[in-house]
């Protein structure tokens, strides 16, 4: 990974909590460290209003019950808890929305930044984790492709392994395609015409 933010200036955080002396301390410690802040007090009467601005990461007071979940698709974002009371049930529901970071109650300006800093690096680092896998289960699975594909040539040319792959190879070339693409074509995975058994059988 490349190195954690330190500098968090520019960025705009959501704040989800009723009007407090909580929020009042959060609120002015984010602009102090030099970000854009837009409070909503979730358990107001009235409908919460969209969010317009850019949000780079979100505080969520727990406290306030299941009407804090965020609405609006922000599981993109670093979130970051908010929590007063630690009775198993209310940590339980902290913990189910995959908080990057977490605060206690009271809110003190001397932790926002270190949960700032450790939830949108943390954010940063599970993103890039997940990437890699994401990557590493395409690779496996366009090898199973590929396998699959040459056991198919061998069984219908009846050559070895090394042969089939040799000609799989060579008309991936011809057809200016990856073997892991051509190899779905010849399984009929992916909805592309399946090559003519007959490119497969020469062995020039």
């Not at 933010?5 to 410690?29: C, I, M, Y």
């Not at 969209?50 to 698709?73: H, K, M, N, Q, Y």
């Not at 939830?119 to 599970?126: P, S």
């Not at 890699?132 to 690779?139: K, N, P, Q, S, T």
């Amino acid at each position: 990974m490349s190195r954690p933010v330190q500098n968090f200036r520019g960025k705009h955080a959501l704040v989800l909590h009723p009007a407090d002396p909580n929020r009042t301390v959060l609120e002015s410690t984010l602009v102090r460290l030099g970000l854009g802040v837009t409070s909503i007090d979730p358990t107001a009467s009235e409908p919460i209003p969209s969010i317009r601005e850019r949000v780079d990461l979100a505080f969520l007071d727990v406290d306030s019950g299941g009407s804090c979940t965020p609405p609006w698709g922000l599981s993109d974002i670093p979130l970051i808890a908010i929590i007063g009371h630690e009775s198993p049930s209310r940590l339980q529901q902290a913990f189910e929305l995959l908080p990057s970071a977490f605060l206690l109650k009271p809110v003190r300006p001397s932790g926002v930044y270190t949960a700032i800093f450790f939830a949108v690096n943390g954010h940063a680092r599970d993103r890039q984790q997940a990437r890699v896998v994401a990557g590493l289960e395409a690779r496996h699975h366009a090898r199973r492709l590929v396998m699959k594909a040459v056991l198919r040539v061998m069984e219908r040319h009846s050559i070895d392994d090394d042969e089939a792959y040799r000609r799989l190879r060579k008309e991936s070339m011809r057809l200016r395609i990856t073997v892991e693409d051509l190899s779905s074509r010849i399984l009929g995975t992916n909805g592309a015409t399946v090559p003519a058994p007959e490119r497969l059988a020469g062995g020039g």
